[in-house]
């Protein structure tokens, strides 16, 4: 049978968002709980804030590339859940996702334990979700075991679409007796399952912490507390030969449709359509700014403005322009390292030549005609100068300026990277000025590693339309970067 609730308008004038003032006394426990949470949130990259006796007992904010903000909703229970009253629960955060949809990612109900009539949902609900992702999406192992958990929940007197729900968008938390009188042990032990640097602090400086973890959440009820506020609590009491580096910030770049947009790891951009299949078909240069760009540009806003990190670590997989457009993005003029790992190393953007850096020798080709439009090859080993020059009628640029680089060599560091940037982007700044053309048009054959760099740096010159390889002598348009996204 269909299940029936009411259309909720979720407001923090409701009286189910007004218990705290009215059980304040009983919340040592839901205080308990928000600290355990903390280290977990910390852990996840898009962690943005959070709240406590507002819409729910506990929320909190992440940051989602390309989707905006979405929310966690705890409601946290100091005793053991009975049927009636876990399903009354459940109905409430049914109302309230429908009350304000896209609001919150996750409800999570936490309790002491559960009534045994419970136990078959929430096992059925483990085994299911724990190794469902290990299956192909067509899998008819998902389908029936799918259908076998709606079972359990028809048993239980409710419907498919309850048992959806519990699926899609509730965790069940049910082991937390011991949050009342061993709150700190429980905060320590999350901090060891989800910021492993800090494992090794000692018992006073652990006990200093959630002592302040305690105090900032007291002094805050139903006041957002931003992750700034959190770090700053987590690190001071901790003095600085013990202190942990701060790390950087994960960013995972997706290149296949079926990956889903998690909090987990890092902040993840899902690029399937920008990274052209074994076709190699890509969107038009419209898609690649509105979405592509903006979303990096809408990143870089974010962490400006709620995280205190500007270094960058760079994940997963990405056609050369959109590493190129993430250097540009996350600029060198605007403050940000970018690191990525290459063949086991790291190389990072602020591992400037020295000294010992071998040097890296470039050739160039040029043709010096005046036009507004600049074009540029850029190569590494294999030299493309031929096959774009035989593409260019297709665009109109026939007659056009033309600057070609090319090296020759692998490059070996990140510091000769460096090194090889700075000379193209001298290469590029003069030839611009001969030229005096509006407008680059910039075809890359380079690793990955060398085209973020060279992002990073190329600031300061014309609009600059990327291009991607679709096959032998054939390219097209993707990205048009300007000033307004290296600043």
């Known amino acids: 049978m269909q299940q029936n609730h009411k259309q909720?308008?979720?407001?923090?004038l409701e009286p189910e968002s007004k218990g705290g003032d009215i059980a304040e006394g009983g919340f040592f426990f839901q205080d308990n709980i928000m600290i355990a949470y903390i280290p977990r949130w910390l852990a996840q990259e898009g962690f943005t804030g959070m709240i406590r006796e507002s819409i729910g007992d506990i929320e909190a904010n992440f940051f989602v590339p390309g989707v905006g903000f979405v929310k966690e909703f705890l409601e946290v229970k100091n005793h053991s859940l009975k049927p009636t009253e876990f399903w009354k629960e459940i109905k409430r955060f049914q109302e309230v996702d429908d009350g304000s949809p896209g609001t919150y990612r996750w409800f999570t109900l936490v309790s002491t334990g559960l009534s045994t009539d419970l136990k078959p949902l929430v096992n059925g609900l483990r085994r299911l979700r724990d190794p469902y992702n290990f299956y192909e999406n067509d899998s008819s192992i998902k389908d029936n075991s799918f259908q076998d958990y709606v079972q359990i929940v028809k048993k239980l007197g409710k419907d498919e679409q309850v048992a959806k729900f519990l699926f899609e968008k509730v965790f069940i938390q049910h082991e937390y007796s011991m949050a009342q009188a061993h709150g700190e042990a429980l905060f320590r032990q999350s901090l060891i399952d989800h910021l492993r640097?800090?494992?090794d602090l000692s018992n006073r400086i652990l006990t200093d912490i959630y002592a302040n973890f305690l105090k900032l959440i007291r002094q805050h009820k139903n006041?957002?507390?931003?992750?700034?506020?959190?770090?700053?609590?987590?690190r001071e009491k901790i003095d600085s030969k013990h202190l942990p580096e701060v790390n950087p910030i994960l960013i995972f770049t997706s290149h296949q449709k079926e990956a889903k947009i998690s909090t987990t790891s890092g902040l993840h951009f899902n690029w399937a359509n920008f990274f052209g299949g074994t076709t190699r078909t890509y969107p038009p240069t419209k898609q690649w700014n509105q979405q592509l760009l903006w979303e990096l540009?809408?990143?870089?806003?974010?962490?400006?403005?709620?995280?205190?990190?500007?270094?960058i670590r760079l994940t997963g997989n990405r056609r050369l322009t959109a590493s190129l457009a993430i250097g540009s993005v996350f600029s060198s003029v605007a403050g940000f390292t970018v690191e990525m790992k290459y063949r086991s190393e790291i190389w990072a953007t602020d591992a400037h030549p020295n000294s010992s850096t071998p040097e890296y020798s470039l050739s160039t080709k040029t043709v010096e005609n005046g036009g507004e439009h600049l074009i540029i090859t850029v190569a590494i080993i294999r030299d493309i100068a031929a096959e774009v020059e035989a593409s260019l009628e297709h665009y109109g640029l026939d007659g056009m300026p033309v600057l070609h680089i090319h090296g020759q060599e692998a490059i070996i560091s990140s510091e000769q990277a460096n090194l090889a940037v700075r000379k193209i982007k001298n290469l590029i700044s003069d030839t611009l000025a001969v030229a005096k053309s509006k407008q680059v048009h910039l075809f890359l054959a380079t690793p990955a590693h060398l085209t973020l760099f060279l992002g990073h740096r190329l600031n300061a010159i014309a609009p600059i339309q990327c291009y991607e390889w679709t096959s032998p002598q054939n390219y097209t348009q993707t990205c048009l970067l300007s000033a307004k996204y290296n600043l």
């Open 8 to 12: 909720l308008k979720p407001s923090l």
């Open 197 to 199: 640097e800090y494992e």
């Open 223 to 234: 006041q957002p507390i931003s992750r700034k506020k959190v770090e700053i609590k987590l």
């Open 297 to 311: 540009e809408q990143t870089r806003n974010w962490i400006m403005e709620h995280r205190g990190v500007t270094r």
